[in-house]
């Protein structure tokens, strides 16, 4: 079991940036890919970020690549989300979660077995 707990969300302005933590406790955290997960009201959840649990690989949505980047101190069990020149449509819940399928990288919900109970991002214009 893993429990995973966001922490850094907030109200910022667009262009602003913003930095999500995500702790982690139970099972060895440095056996999971950890990915970042948004949902803006109406919307479906969707992808945003995922490191590798060997901290070698990374991937983003295209909506944020080249704004955002996901990074991971395994000796503090925390995965972390810098976000920088946010919009207003970077304004949803973002959720942390983890994945223990393997060494690859994950972009899909279902690949996830933990989930954190999410942060709200607001960006104003």
């Known amino acids: 079991q893993v429990q995973l707990v966001e922490s850094g969300g907030g109200l910022v302005q667009a262009g602003g940036s913003l930095r999500l933590s995500c702790a982690a406790s139970g099972r060895t955290f440095s056996n999971n890919a950890m990915g970042w997960f948004r949902q803006a009201p109406g919307k479906e959840r969707e992808f945003v970020a995922v490191i590798s649990r060997s901290n070698r690989s990374t991937y983003y949505a295209d909506s944020v690549k080249g704004r955002f980047t996901i990074s991971r101190d395994n000796a503090k069990n925390t995965v972390y989300l810098q976000m920088n020149s946010l919009k207003p449509e970077d304004t949803a819940v973002y959720y942390c979660?983890?994945?223990?399928?393997?060494?690859?990288?994950?972009?899909?919900?279902?690949?996830?077995?933990?989930w954190g109970q999410g942060t709200q991002v607001t960006v104003s214009s």
């Open positions: 979660a983890a994945s223990s399928r393997g060494s690859a990288i994950y972009i899909s919900e279902i690949q996830y077995d933990y």
